[in-house]
């Protein structure tokens, strides 16, 4: 099943040309279905495609009494509120889309989900959302925790206690994790949506390395709410701004799709499907997770990162993991078994500033956990990173 997230600045348009691609993909005959979290102004959409509105608070409330008889099973002395009276936390928005897009694609009636998370921040703080929760859930509940009270419960039948009911809620979010590749661009396509105005190409530049660190990639970019044909001195200096921008954006990611701003705002789908909004069709982008390859005495891992200058990158090494920090956006990437065995000796970035730009991470073996004889077997081998960061 094919992800298509649809994102841009405020007012571009995101969330209007998402409901076109909707729409466009039902008229064609596909299963389609509209994830959004900001209410639909389009009136007969509901009829062709399956609108799915996700307001944070009704999510909560329902998740809440999924799982509370687990958690006051769990917590016998803590007196668990009602949902009625649960106060939402920062980024329960954010996983509300994310267990609301798990659900729809488990189900086999699906063929593609149109995601319209809004903004682009927010867009990318859902792509990095997966991630930053199983790096919380591998600190709060890593493996050796879990052996534990595993034993545990297999010794104290009937008792469940609190380490086991917080790992049974680790467990299910692990399952909904399971569901959902957001960072695949295989299965999740990013079409961005901009304004035709000066800020465009430096918003392509911040969103292309943001979602490089996240693993994915700029799909297709629209450039929408363009002049119409016109006269007149006005309207030839706004035309004449507008298509500066369009080039500086086309200079930077090659094709761009332009659509005309329309005199009012689309009513129904026959207004949507006559403003040509809906994003473009693009080749599924295999997902090409980073190898590390052998050079002199060190191992290279490359980590692109489109768009990136020097000095706007943080490279760390924290146990077995690598925190890259660009566009203000980080990950932890999980690294394989071979660089795990290894110390980072420093970073470059090549062809910065550009599409192409690449964070190439250098590592050399640490001689405490790498004998020289297996040092030896490892200049042949190089297993794929787990982590990605492609």
Do not use: K, Y
């Amino acid at each position: 099943m094919q992800v298509l997230l649809v994102t841009g600045p405020g007012g571009a348009g995101s969330s209007t040309v998402a409901a076109a691609t909707a729409a466009r993909l039902a008229e064609a005959g596909s299963r389609c279905v509209l994830l959004t979290g900001q209410p639909v102004g389009i009136a007969d959409l509901a009829d062709r495609v399956t609108v799915d509105v996700v307001s944070p608070q009704p999510a909560l409330e329902e998740l809440w009494d999924r799982h509370a008889g687990q958690l006051a099973d769990a917590l016998p002395l803590l007196t668990v509120p009602p949902a009625s009276s649960v106060v939402p936390l920062p980024g329960v928005a954010e996983f509300a889309l994310l267990a609301a897009l798990a659900g729809h694609l488990r189900d086999r009636d699906t063929d593609v989900v149109v995601l319209d998370p809004g903004p682009t921040a927010t867009a990318t703080a859902l792509l990095g959302l997966p991630g930053a929760l199983r790096w919380w859930l591998a600190q709060a509940a890593p493996t050796r925790l879990r052996v534990l009270a595993t034993l545990r419960a297999a010794a104290t039948p009937g008792r469940a206690g609190v380490t086991a009911g917080l790992l049974a809620g680790a467990a299910a979010t692990e399952e909904l994790l399971d569901a959902v590749a957001l960072a695949d661009p295989a299965r999740t396509a990013v079409h961005l949506v901009l304004r035709p105005d000066a800020a465009a190409a430096e918003h392509v530049r911040n969103a292309a390395t943001a979602l490089g660190v996240h693993g994915q990639r700029i799909a297709s970019v629209t450039v929408s709410r363009l002049l119409p044909g016109g006269s007149g001195e006005w309207w030839q200096q706004r035309a004449a701004a507008q298509e500066q921008a369009v080039h500086s954006v086309r200079a930077l990611l090659g094709p761009v799709r332009e659509v005309a701003e329309a005199a009012v705002p689309p009513a129904g789908v026959a207004d949507l499907l006559a403003l040509g909004a809906a994003v473009p069709e693009t080749a599924v982008q295999p997902l090409t997770r980073a190898v590390p390859r052998r050079v002199g005495g060190e191992w290279l891992l490359d980590v692109p990162l489109p768009f990136t200058r020097r000095g706007e990158v943080e490279l760390t090494r924290w146990a077995d993991d690598l925190v890259v920090t660009a566009g203000g956006v980080r990950r932890s990437l999980a690294l394989d078994a071979l660089l795990r065995r290894c110390t980072v000796s420093g970073g470059a970035l090549t062809d910065p500033g550009t599409a192409r730009a690449v964070l190439e991470v250098r590592f050399v073996p640490d001689p405490d956990q790498w004998p020289a004889g297996l040092l030896a077997v490892g200049a042949t081998a190089g297993a794929p990173a787990e982590g990605g960061g492609a």
